[in-house]
């Protein structure tokens, strides 16, 4: 039970991160009647531009969070990215505040230590062998002992910013550099990781409501220099498969606790299923739900932290999705083709509504439909193809 929004008696949810997930996460809770409020390090970001408010701070500085979060008193915060002051998070929530889906959760995964830490050493799953290092000397001693190929990042980062992959000795210190330009945060440290073959790589959306736990039908994706290109619904899967990753899926989020939805990313490899890392929040290669499934992983999540049922989550139809990124830096631009995308039939956009455009940043991304995800893959990918973006000139 809960007021409209802007009166004395409103749900308040206030989003930390304002991109394209936030964006949508934002539009399911007006859906319910919820009051938004958007918080993002820059103006004009997309979730922003469908909340009823937003701010501009830094979010890994703990007093500028604090006071947001005390003027606002929201009922639900609501973390949409990695990098946020996650220890004033649990202090909120020792005060009283609610994190979704835990403020434990988001301190866990803000940083690739915790949560591998968690995985590997107390849940005892399978991942990639891992060290970390926080000087150069101590990188190319990690190297050593994990060997190469392996794969080097920022323990805060995301969208593989900062990732490369390390073939030989002789890389080490370009991966280095590169890493220490990448991340997120002014911390040194990264991750090594043994370079896992994998046949495929997916995302397992989990949900934790009121209702119990809930799996979405695994979603297949491929990566280009760690971050996500194109995705699909459902992604074949053997009995034992299908197995291993709900058991390691509720595994991980049993152990984060809270209710929300969670993107569970396993590499299904030869010897089995192997755990990379979990998003206590929806999944960029889960934005193909919008287009396959009943309720999408953004209304999910909204009914999950709101203390709603999920009684079933339907696939509709299988589906794809396909991303369209930028190749420079410019605020001069226009999204065109969105008319040509949109002349086929069971084909659908989002143009995410970024001010600025980076090189190698998502910008939009096209959803298909079809009787067969290796149809729906080129329907989407036919359609991101058509869209463009139209750099002015000076830019
Ligand atoms: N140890 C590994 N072995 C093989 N491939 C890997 C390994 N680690 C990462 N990758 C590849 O790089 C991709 C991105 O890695 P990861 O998910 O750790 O980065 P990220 O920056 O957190 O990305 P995102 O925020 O999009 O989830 C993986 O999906 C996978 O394709
Ligand atoms: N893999 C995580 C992910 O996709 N996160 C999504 O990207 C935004 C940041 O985009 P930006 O870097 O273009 O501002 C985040 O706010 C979130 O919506
Ligand atoms: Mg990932």
Not at 11 to 37: D, F, N, P, Y
Not at 84 to 111: C, H, W, Y
Not at 198 to 219: D, K, Q, Y
Not at 302 to 326: N, Q
Request: proline fraction near 5%; include cysteine.
């Amino acid at each position: 039970m809960y007021g409209s929004p802007l009166s004395a008696k409103a749900k308040k949810m206030m989003l930390l991160g304002s991109g394209e997930l936030g964006k949508e996460v934002i539009l399911e809770a007006q859906r319910l009647g919820v009051e938004t409020i958007a918080v993002d390090r820059y103006e004009n970001a997309p979730a922003m531009q469908v909340a009823h408010r937003s701010y501009v701070i830094d979010m890994l500085d703990a007093s500028a969070l604090r006071s947001v979060i005390e003027q606002e008193k929201p009922d639900l915060i609501v973390p949409e990215i990695e990098a946020i002051a996650t220890e004033e998070l649990v202090k909120l929530e020792q005060e009283g505040f609610r994190v979704i889906p835990t403020a434990n959760a988001s301190r866990l995964t803000m940083d690739r230590e915790g949560i591998r830490r968690l995985a590997a050493e107390e849940l005892g799953l399978r991942t990639a062998r891992y060290a970390f290092a926080d000087t150069l000397d101590e990188l190319t001693q990690a190297v050593g002992e994990i060997g190469t190929p392996c794969v080097i990042k920022p323990i805060m980062s995301s969208s593989g910013k900062g990732q490369s992959v390390c073939r030989s000795s002789a890389d080490i210190e370009g991966c280095w550099n590169f890493a220490q330009e990448g991340g997120r945060a002014k911390k040194a440290r990264v991750i090594v990781e043994s370079f896992v073959t994998f046949e495929s790589e997916i995302t397992l959306l989990t949900v934790r409501s009121v209702s119990g736990t809930t799996f979405c039908a695994p979603i297949g994706h491929v990566q280009k220099d760690g971050d996500y290109i194109e995705s699909w619904q459902p992604h074949q899967m053997n009995v034992s498969q299908i197995e291993e990753a709900e058991h390691i899926a509720k595994t991980i989020t049993d152990a984060l606790g809270g209710y929300g939805l969670f993107g569970v990313e396993l590499f299904l490899a030869e010897d089995g299923v192997y755990f990379s890392e979990v998003s206590p929040r929806p999944h960029d290669t889960g934005m193909v739900t919008m287009i396959s499934q009943d309720l999408s992983e953004f209304a999910l999540h909204v009914r999950a932290i709101l203390g709603l049922p999920v009684p079933a989550v339907r696939l509709v139809t299988p589906g794809a999705s396909h991303t369209l990124k930028a190749d420079r830096n410019s605020t001069q631009f226009e999204i065109a083709g969105v008319e040509e995308a949109l002349a086929s039939p069971d084909v659908q956009v989002r143009v995410f509504g970024k001010p600025e455009t980076k090189p190698g940043r998502r910008m939009a991304v096209a959803l298909a439909a079809a009787e067969h995800t290796d149809k729906a893959r080129e329907l989407a990918s036919e359609a991101a193809g058509r869209l463009q973006i139209r750099y002015s000139p000076e830019s």
